[in-house]
């Protein structure tokens, strides 16, 4: 028993040792898969982080630029307002000038007919 046991062993020994250059690669080549996924999924979390962080930044920036643009437009409405008075003013002046215009006029027109 133990010589058929033996003869076996050495029918099978070069076969084992191909088996080994092939088996042992792909088990250390799982591992190294392994490792790499690991790495890649701390990278992943890693730009997940980072993009929340730069999202909340924007957030914040956005909310300062909201502020700005409400109190550039309510300045915006103020000076809308302003110029309107401003406006409406000259155009009473206009009329006025207008009005002093004919009245000369009318006056001149007299004058020459007497």
Request: net charge neutral; hydrophobic share 55%.
């Amino acid at each position: 028993m133990p010589a058929s046991w033996l003869s076996a062993v050495n029918a099978a020994l070069p076969y084992i040792e191909t088996l080994t250059k092939i088996a042992l690669p792909a088990f250390g080549a799982r591992r190294a898969r392994d490792a790499d996924a690991i790495e890649a999924r701390e990278a992943l979390e890693a730009r997940l982080l980072e993009l929340e962080t730069a999202a909340r930044h924007n957030a914040e920036h956005i909310r300062e630029l909201a502020v700005q643009v409400e109190a550039a437009l309510r300045a915006l409405d103020q000076a809308a307002a302003a110029t309107d008075h401003a406006l409406r003013r000259q155009r009473r002046w206009l009329a006025l000038c207008g009005l002093g215009t004919v009245l000369a006029l009318v006056l001149a027109l007299a004058a020459l007919l007497r």
